[in-house]
């Protein structure tokens, strides 16, 4: 931890974007949400006067952006969005246009910066965003051959953070925030290799100045890189870090590599008589030749950025504006009722139901107007439901860890996999909140994850208890660390806690989940007993989601008295429900 009479320096974001409007939007969205942590944010657009700029400044009036007449590359992108903030910043968060910061990851970085003078550079726990769960870098690492290579890529998130860590050798350019003396002091990053391996360059030659790099393993960001890289910029940039920081040897075996590469290229493409082997044959040759010759690389930006892939994998649609709430009344009230009943997890968490009780439950569920999602029950109860449900598409859910949310993984797991072995559908587990509010966030994830294996096929809805949650902020990250360990869906509540589900809590997941890379659905849940609740925080995944979004697969509302409401509105006075937290 950083020493609390440390004074804590300003921070400046640098975006560097390039061909990825509206993508960028949820990188700005995350930096945005940060608070107070950062004093502002540049963003260098790399296409200069191309491309469509105007809606950066229209969407983000407090957003300043540079554009660089020629695209240099990363590199001289970044040195010239950091010279552009305030000169008086003593750090800069360096950002790539497809990263997304976790909620206090900005905190915790700069708690790691300040809490030791030589500490130069912090970056997070970088984390695919297709897969929130695996780790895509735990800072980087100079492997035999002398070349960069990340630490602890693909492994689980849960494991890597209960590993002790050391310092890496180098940092992900993808998110680094750097003391503004250690950045100055080494002159930046050197732009010559225009497109990779400038950042570990970067984290070497702060090293080699007297400055150590480390990660926050608390400290969350992800990020979905490119998944081709240019075969001549590839090579190019393996001999110039070699040349700069290998050894003779190691130059000499990476230029055999390459020369042995392009020589099966052109043999097969020789004898395939196909262009597309010899050309990437001519690309190896090209960068073989291209490390010892004095090429500038501004000039193959000139010729066409090919090799910057337009957007990543993960562009996103432009979002839909958010609207004021439309109240249920200005809507068809009928409809909206019909819509609901097939978001419906029927609920009967009563501790005193019987097996009469559940019989019931079960009829309830198939009405005359349609089943609903599913029934929620205790786990002594699934066998029933499933026998009583047969094939009537209504899938069972039970609770487990429920609803104290302690934090006995073992426990946990033993009773999802009676679960399952009785034929749940979906796990609805309580997250250990109060280990997060004590700051342990690796126990949110370990149990989260050892329940999602335990599940195996079967759904996990990760229950937050947000009612218990001091605040906004702390709400994104316990969603954030659940869809990190492979949650299917986050839940607002378990119901008996004195705040169960609120709008407010509900419009924060609903932003992590729009930025989370993955499908992950949203269950609100506790209090919500009218047509008219439930209607509110479906207007909400409508406004932030988009209006075709909310499906049983993608959102439930968790009620045990909510279907007689629905049912009234359908024109059917309907059975009592059993009534029970929730």
Known sequence: MADPTRRR????????????????????????????????????DQEGTAGTP????????SVRVIRPTVNGGYGAGMNAGVAATDPSSDAVLLVTHDCLVGAGCVERLADLLWSADDIGAAGPVLCWRSRPGAVFSGGGRI??????????????????????????????????????????RIGGFDPAYFLYFEDADFGLRLRRAGWRVAVAPGALAWQEP??????????????????????????????RRAAAAAGRGVRFGARRLDRGPLRRAAARLYGVLAAYLPIDPVRLARRGSRHQRPGGRWDATVRPPIHPLTRPEE????????????????????????????????????TVHG????????????????????????????????????????????????????GADEIDVVIPYRALLRGDSVAVIELVDAVVNAA??????????????????????????AIAAGAAFVKTSTGTTPVSATPEAAHTMLEVIHGAGRPVGLKPSGGIRTVG?????????????????????????????LLRDVLAHLGEPGDETPTAPR
């Open 331 to 366: 809507q068809s009230v009928t409809n909206t009722a019909q819509r609901i009943l097939a978001l419906i997890d029927l609920t009967n968490l009563d501790p005193q139901a019987t097996a009469a009780d559940i019989e019931r439950l079960c009829a309830d569920a198939l």
């Open 371 to 422: 089943p609903v999602a599913a029934v929620c029950v205790w786990p002594a109860f699934v066998a029933q439901c499933v026998h009583l449900l047969g094939a009537s598409g209504v899938r069972v859910a039970t609770v487990v860890n429920f609803p104290d949310g302690g934090e006995d993984v073992e426990a946990v797991v033993a009773a999802t996999r009676q679960a399952v072995a009785d």
């Open 54 to 61: 105007a809606p950066i400044e229209s969407a983000y009036p």
């Open 456 to 481: 195996g096929s079967a759904h996990v809805k990760a229950i937050l208890e947000t009612g218990e949650l001091p605040d906004q902020p702390t709400v994104a990250r316990a969603t954030e660390l």
């Open 533 to 561: 609740q439930a209607a509110v925080y479906l207007d909400l995944a409508d406004q932030v989601m988009g209006a075709s979004w909310a499906t049983p697969d993608t959102f439930r509302i968790g009620a045990s008295s």
């Open 143 to 184: 492997d035999a051959d002398g070349l960069p290579s990340h630490r602890w890529a693909d492994d689980r998130l849960v494991t890597h953070l209960r590993r002790p860590t050391a310092d890496p050798e180098w940092l992900d350019g993808a998110c680094i925030l750097v003391r503004s003396a250690a950045f100055d």
């Open 226 to 255: 490119a998944d081709s890289l240019p075969v001549a910029l590839w090579v190019r940039n393996r001999l110039r870090f070699l040349r700069t920081h290998g050894t003779a040897a190691q130059r000499r075996a990476e230029l």
């Open 9 to 44: 320096g300003s921070i400046s974001a640098v975006v560097l974007l390039y061909r990825n409007w509206p993508g960028v939007r949820a990188t700005i969205d995350s930096l945005l949400a940060q608070g107070t942590a950062i004093a502002e944010i540049v963003v260098v």
